[in-house]
């Protein structure tokens, strides 16, 4: 190998970038798994999500959240009834023009009650959250993100106290939540302003019904069965018979995972599939090289069986050169590969994650490459007929 290194490298050029595309698609499929399940956690601590659900009009049934059963009652009510369910929150929502200071800015207002702060683990860098007593009295106070910050102010600015017109109707400004950055639907959760629930619905929508509710059971073992405490309630709120569908859809934090989760473990499995080709085609690469090996020594084997090497001699020896061309190739391969995977991350913004088991993996699957594919030209040199070997030329 040592007389041949050009040849030598080629042959494990194939491992080298198989492994090395091993090492970076499970990363970035892990990356991505993670970050996922990040964004799903943000959503709330055990969280339940209610939406409305579809209507009918004229016997043609619109899309999900059409319906505008749901009220604040509705989470009054599972509020008062669901013992499994620890906080609820309803909310609402609308696109709104916001004006601060001398700039302007297009974001989303959500109106929500005191629970949602703990549902959705949000804190605030500056100011105070707004009270119940806001809530009742309709006050015209807010929350603001950092993205809506940096837009209207500048980054680093503090904004608590100053007040701001959003759709032409003064806020103050009593606190700055925390940052949040994107979640993985790629929408900023900082371009977002927060308000008493009662302010957005009866000053700015003017509506008795809801997007949604947002729930948080008292544990992660009770999400199951405060779902069923929650449509046993809306339900028979809703006066819907036993034939009838639920004109809501209830959601939870494990139904999204499991979503999300299971998309992501398809995108892992055939990233590293595809990337398994090479190591494919790595692996017949050196079972060429290594049959033209035996052809090319072909009377140096013979010599060494006149001399009294035995078969499994001559076998162990090109196993051996076998494995380890593809042993250096893979040590090779999982360096490029965590390097990779570092650019991928700093230059392309996916999220990465190299783990150990994908180490692992690829360092195996390589030595077993270099085993299977190294065994036939090392059995051919091996069952050469010595006297055959030495007349060779």
């Known amino acids: 190998m040592s007389k041949n290194k050009l040849r030598t490298f080629l042959t494990m050029l194939g491992i080298i970038i198989g492994v090395a595309s091993v090492i970076a698609m499970l990363a970035i499929g892990e990356g991505s798994r993670q970050n996922i399940q990040a964004s799903v956690a943000s959503l709330g601590i055990n969280s339940v999500i209610i939406f409305p659900g579809a209507v009918s009009t004229g016997g043609v049934r619109l899309e999900a959240g059409t319906s505008t ?23 609402v929502q609308k696109g709104v023009q916001v004006v601060g200071g001398s700039q302007n800015w297009r974001t989303m207002i959500i ?55 959003i759709d032409n109707i003064p806020f103050k400004i009593i606190g700055m939540l925390e940052k949040k950055g994107q979640n993985s639907f790629g929408q900023d959760q900082d371009d977002v302003i927060l308000a008493p629930f009662s302010t957005v619905q009866k000053r700015m929508l003017s509506t ?37 569908d639920n004109d809501f859809s209830v959601r939870t934090q494990t139904d999204i995972s499991n979503i999300f989760g299971s998309i992501s473990k398809v995108l892992t499995i055939l990233l590293a599939s595809i990337a398994s080709i090479s190591l494919l085609v790595g692996g017949i690469g050196i079972m060429n090289i290594m049959l033209v090996s035996v052809t090319e020594r072909t009377r140096e084997i013979g010599i060494r069986m006149a001399v009294g090497a035995k078969s499994k001699d001559i076998l162990i020896q ?23 995977s570092g650019l991928v991350a700093r ?33 051919k040199a091996a069952s050469l007929n010595p006297i055959d070997a030495l007349h060779y030329e």
């Open 69 to 91: 059963h749901l009220t604040r009652q509705d989470a009054e009510a599972i509020s008062m009834r669901a013992p499994s369910v620890e906080y609820v929150s309803p909310v």
């Open 111 to 165: 109106g929500v009650l005191n629970d949602y702060f703990t549902i959705r683990s949000l804190n605030v860098v500056s100011g105070a959250f707004f009270s119940s007593q806001d809530d009742r009295a309709a006050a015209k106070v807010c929350l603001i993100g950092q993205t809506v910050v940096a837009n209207l102010y500048g980054e680093g600015m503090d904004p608590v106290g100053q007040m701001i017109r």
């Open 208 to 244: 008795t019904n809801v997007n949604s509710i947002i729930c948080s059971a008292v544990s992660e073992n009770q999400i199951d069965q405060a779902t069923d405490e929650i449509s046993f309630i809306l339900r028979e709120r809703h006066k819907l018979t036993a034939a009838e």
């Open 318 to 340: 090109f196993m051996i050169e076998s494995i380890f061309i593809s042993f250096l190739g893979g040590v090779i391969g999982i360096s490029l590969g965590i390097i990779t």
């Open 347 to 379: 230059f392309g913004g996916w999220p990465v994650t190299v783990t150990l088991y994908s180490i692992l993996l690829s360092f195996i699957f390589s030595a077993a490459v270099g085993l299977f594919f190294g065994w036939y030209p090392a059995r």
